[in-house]
Nanobody
Framework: QVQLVESGGGLVQPGGSLRLPCAAS????????MSWHRQALGKQRELVAI????????NYEESVEGRFTISKNNAKNTVYLQMTCLQPEDTAVYYC?????????WGQGTQVTVST
């Protein structure tokens, strides 16, 4: 059974950091591009960061460039999103995605809240 399970979300103060793991099962992350997306309340889901199959190429949404880092550990079948200098506008549900045409898998999401 194919599954993506995000974890690591929670409440953090502005300026803080969080690391979100996304564990994949039922398929090998070696063969998939992986990405993180987020959806804030009342807004559309947006792409935050993406990493290619090799794990060497990454791309980021402009507002998180320099603060967030996406990485992939194929041996653990896990993709990570390291988030630093978090701001209230980063508050959202964060989703993991795995893509290899025609397959497209999503996790259930993990809530990140940045607040005092």
């Amino acid at each position: 059974q194919v599954q993506l399970v995000e974890s690591g979300g929670g409440l953090v103060q502005p300026g803080g950091s969080l690391r979100l793991p996304c564990a994949a099962s039922g398929f090998s992350s070696r063969s998939y591009a992986m990405s993180w997306h987020r959806q804030a309340l009342g807004k559309q889901r947006e792409l935050v960061a993406i990493i290619d199959i090799t794990g060497r190429l990454t791309n980021y949404e402009e507002s998180v460039e320099g603060r967030f880092t996406i990485s992939k550990n194929n041996a653990k079948n896990t993709v990570y999103l390291q988030m630093t200098c978090l701001q209230p506008e980063d508050t959202a549900v964060y989703y993991c995605r795995a893509m290899s045409v025609p397959s497209d898998y999503w996790g259930q999401g993990t809530q990140v809240t940045v607040s005092t």
